[in-house]
T-cell receptor
Framework: AQSVTQLDSHVSVSEGTPVLLRCNYSSSYSPSLFWYVQHPNKGLQLLLKYTSAATLVKGINGFEAEFKKSETSFHLTKPSAHMSDAAEYFCVVSGSSGTYKYIFGTGTRLKVLA | DAGVIQSPRHEVTEMGQEVTLRCKPISGHDYLFWYRQTMMRGLELLIYFNNNVPIDDSGMPEDRFSAKMPNASFSTLKIQPSEPRDSAVYFC?????????????FGEGSWLTVV
């Protein structure tokens, strides 16, 4: 069975400092992995996705994530946080092959301090 | 493209009333999803359709909930009768094709409050 664990429910960083949001997954096959962002009172927007191509995936707004099979991790990073990055971030793993039952993590709320 | 369009954006209704949420997926997308988001349970997949046919409705909480997709450009999620515990944000989403690597595109959500 597939599962995803976001290791931090809340992360606070100062503006201009690096961001690290951690995600571990479990999958019985080679999964697809996604990061979505949700700003207050908005829908979810795709940041980036991994689908078995390059292990380092670049997304929008300067975010990137690295797929590490040996560590079953897909952590999201950004070199320098901006105030507009304050939002909730969801790590997502694809469901069983051929289905669309994607598994969403519980979310990490990112706070950016001025 | 206009993206996934949901209506109403906000609804406040009294317990026992019927609620209908509407969704227009992105044109050309074969898959449509209904999700529910609450603080307690996070994001839950309620049901999804492929080419207007329900594929998996195992997430629908109970018989009070029903979803239809009469054509490729419209879907509804109905709650009858509504209860306060149904208060949540309901997201509609769509995806272009098959395969687990396909991106799901979300609408802005329908904020439902049942009093």
């Amino acid at each position: 069975a597939q599962s995803v664990t976001q290791l931090d429910s809340h992360v606070s960083v100062s503006e201009g400092t690096p961001v690290l949001l951690r995600c571990n997954y479990s999958s019985s096959y080679s999964p697809s992995l996604f990061w979505y962002v949700q700003h207050p009172n908005k829908g979810l927007q795709l940041l980036l996705k991994y689908t078995s191509a390059a292990t380092l995936v670049k997304g929008i707004n300067g975010f990137e994530a690295e797929f590490k099979k040996s560590e079953t991790s897909f952590h999201l990073t950004k070199p320098s946080a901006h105030m507009s990055d304050a939002a909730e971030y969801f790590c997502v793993v694809s469901g069983s092959s051929g289905t669309y039952k994607y598994i969403f993590g519980t979310g990490t709320r990112l706070k950016v301090l001025a | 493209d206009a993206g996934v369009i949901q209506s109403p954006r906000h609804e406040v209704t009294e317990m026992g009333q019927e609620v209908t949420l509407r969704c227009k997926p992105i044109s050309g997308h074969d898959y449509l999803f209904w999700y529910r988001q609450t603080m307690m349970r996070g994001l839950e997949l309620l049901i999804y359709f492929n080419n207007n046919v329900p594929i998996d409705d195992s997430g629908m909480p109970e018989d009070r909930f029903s979803a239809k997709m009469p054509n490729a450009s419209f879907s509804t999620l109905k709650i009858q009768p509504s209860e306060p515990r149904d208060s949540a944000v309901y997201f509609c989403a769509s995806s272009p094709g098959q395969g687990s690597g396909n991106t799901i595109y979300f609408g802005e959500g329908s904020w439902l409050t049942v009093v």
